[in-house]
């Protein structure tokens, strides 16, 4: 018999004692379960068996830490009814399948209504449950495509730039995941029931849309991409190359930080148009980029050090997790050779900690210790 306590997580934060089940996926589905394995929850993964050799993705990385996997072929009966067991032993379950699957798989959220009435059943999806689009295929740049904020993420006159997968699948798909099971999950302290929830990323990311939208409202956003404020439009939200073929950002929107970029550049206000005269903008970018490039970054960097002006040097992942405050921080840490990010939110005092996998236990050891 093996020892159970030696082989558990050590659990601390805000959500030790909450279990979770996460059903085998990628992006959004394995990001939110190991934010919530930081918070000290008991994540336990089943996987489907391996099926394309050529697939590109694995499970190597941060997104996978804090958590077992099991793998069981669902398609089985009695591997459905070990998954089936595992969930009713649940507080969350996680999916990111297309609508369906899960009911033809015979784990709907309906099969664990009064075996597990507190279930709280979050599905992730990019499209959202229901709709023309609900059962089609595709990534973090479709959904931001066709939900209008892809078209402005782009330059005046260049192609749209797609933002890594950090809007779709991780701001607006993971991160959304753990905010709505996580409201279920008090909802569920008044009422003693669990819900489904319908976490879409096309919803989230036009969530993240929120103050585009305001200010498109009220007329001061121009549907054409890279001529407004914070877009690169503007000559005091722009990334400029320094002499060394660095680059430097500047981020000075209220007028207070942007004289403070004036007198790191040594220009006078006097000599400028106003800060928001739009059709200038091109010109006083011109003389922004010029002034810039006389430099080198170290350069620039020591200069805006006593400059409360908003203005930061681009660093790479590693010169990023050597910056003093970044550092001091802790907000990258090396584990394994290769960075991760550390846990947050950040608590007083529950506080989160990097989430370690658990020595494998057998899943009828799980089973018992769920039970």
């Known amino acids: 018999m093996l020892n159970i306590v030696s082989i558990m997580k050590v659990q601390r934060g805000p959500l030790t004692g909450v279990r979770v089940v996460e059903m ?14 930081d918070m000290g929850v008991d994540v336990v993964r089943i996987d489907s068996p391996p099926r394309d050799p050529e697939d590109p993705h694995d499970h190597f990385g941060p997104i996978w830490r804090g958590r077992a996997a099991y793998e069981l072929n669902l398609k089985d009966e009695k591997a459905r009814q070990r998954a089936i067991d595992l969930i009713n032993r649940a507080d969350i379950v996680l999916e990111g399948f297309r609508p369906g699957v899960m009911e033809r798989l015979g784990l709907g959220p309906d099969v664990f209504e009064e ?4 279930l709280i059943y979050g599905r992730m999806t990019g499209w959202g449950q229901g709709g023309e689009l609900a059962r089609s295929a595709g990534h973090d740049v479709n959904y931001l495509a066709v939900g209008g904020v892809l078209h402005h993420l782009a330059r005046r006159g260049e192609r749209p730039l797609p933002p890594l997968n950090l809007v779709g699948d991780y701001g607006g798909g993971g991160m959304l995941l753990v905010v709505g ?15 489904v929830i319908d976490a879409a990323m096309l919803d989230g990311a036009a969530l993240l849309m929120t103050s585009v939208l305001g200010w498109r409202g009220r007329g001061n956003w121009n549907d054409e991409p890279g001529t407004n404020t914070i877009d690169t439009g503007s000559p005091f939200y722009e990334v400029y190359r320094t002499a060394d073929d660095r680059f430097l950002a500047v981020g000075a929107i209220e007028p207070r930080f942007y004289r403070q970029v004036l007198v790191g550049l040594g220009l006078d206000e006097g000599d400028l148009p106003p800060q928001y005269s739009r059709e200038d903008w091109p010109a006083m970018k011109e003389i922004f980029a010029a002034r810039i490039a006389q430099h080198d970054l170290a350069h620039w960097d020591k200069v805006f050090a006593e400059l409360d002006a908003c203005v930061s040097p ?44 658990p020595h494998q236990e057998t899943l009828d050891d799980l089973l018992s210790r769920w039970g």
């Not at 075996?115 to 507190?118: D, I, Q």
């Not at 409201?183 to 819900?195: F, I, K, N």
């Open 24 to 37: 085998a996926g990628l992006g959004p589905v394995p990001f939110a379960s190991m934010m919530l394995a």
């Open 115 to 118: 075996s597990n009435p507190g």
């Open 181 to 195: 099971v996580l409201a279920a999950y008090v909802e569920r302290t008044r009422s003693g029931r669990g819900q």
């Open 314 to 357: 681009v660093l790479n992942l590693d010169e990023a997790a050597r910056h003093p405050h970044v550092a001091e921080r802790a907000v990258y840490v090396t584990d394994d050779g290769y960075l991760h990010p550390s846990p947050a939110p950040r608590f007083s005092r529950t506080p989160s900690t990097r989430a370690e996998t």
